[in-house]
């Protein structure tokens, strides 16, 4: 397994995503993208709490018990930025949308909250494994407006769910397989804001290194006019990984 990462602060007096990377330890490994909110840099503690928290379990993780791990370990560093929140009045209000993704052999599981993304490409095809708790995303959902709409509607920044918000955190969770070749994408809505999903697939399908896939998807990004911060992982499955 391969994979690369980027943070760019895009035009944000703070960059308040944060990233968690597999420890070295392993398989399974597990990786995820925090995207903090709250002003004031409070979204950065809240990103960070989260992917510290989640960085402390990680190597007690098994991938047969992906699913029950990862709800309970989402619970536990949403109670922690709460009750941060609660104790510090300058953080009131901070909470973090989050996906994250344990990997192991050919099979994946994902968990998210919130508008950060996971996206599957099998070299051919991307598709996209997450749902978007936003407001937009329920416009959608319900036939009212098309996801390009969406793309550029006034109120896409609402999301409906956030880790930290509440003492209490609805978890969705994927579980997936995916072979040698295949690519995984964990993004923050400023990447995934400001390209469409067939930019994203058409980058994909190029030979470059995943760091320069990074680079690209970010300075894309930034061509594109997006304003908030970007963060992307890609790991890219090899033929070692499913023997």
């Known amino acids: ?38 002003g004031h840099a409070a979204g950065a503690v809240a990103s960070k709490l989260i ?23 989402v619970g536990r560093v949403n109670l922690q930025v ?38 599957h490409f099998d070299g051919e095809t991307l598709s996209r494994v997450t749902t978007d708790h936003s407001f937009v995303e329920q416009l959608v959902l319900q036939g009212i407006i098309t996801e390009e709409d969406a793309r550029v509607h006034p109120q896409r920044n609402i999301i409906t769910r956030a880790v930290g918000i509440y003492p209490v955190v609805d ?25 469409t999903e067939a930019e994203i697939a058409e980058a994909l399908r190029s030979d470059l290194p995943l760091e320069e896939l990074c680079d690209g998807f970010v300075q894309t990004a930034l061509d594109h006019g997006g304003t908030d911060n970007i963060t992307l992982i890609l790991i890219r499955c ?5 023997k």
Not at 86 to 102: F, I, K
Not at 238 to 242: A, G, K
């Open 51 to 73: 992917v510290d928290g989640l960085s402390e379990i990680s190597s007690s993780l098994e991938i047969d018990r992906a699913v029950e791990q990862l709800k309970n370990a």
């Open 1 to 38: 397994m391969k994979y690369a990462v980027k943070s760019n602060i895009g035009k944000r007096v703070h960059n308040e995503d944060s990233y968690l990377l597999p420890d070295g330890y392993g398989p399974p490994f597990l990786f995820a993208v925090a995207d903090g909110m709250g």
């Open 238 to 242: 090899e033929e070692d990984d499913v």
């Open 82 to 119: 709460y009750e941060s929140a609660e104790d510090d009045v300058s953080l009131r209000g901070m909470g973090s949308a989050l996906v994250c993704a344990l990997v192991s052999g050919d099979r994946f599981v994902a968990a998210n909250v919130g508008d950060s993304r996971m996206y």
């Open 171 to 195: 978890v969705d969770v994927f579980e997936r397989t995916w072979a040698a070749g295949d690519v995984l994408m964990l993004c923050s809505d400023g990447l995934h804001g400001a390209l």
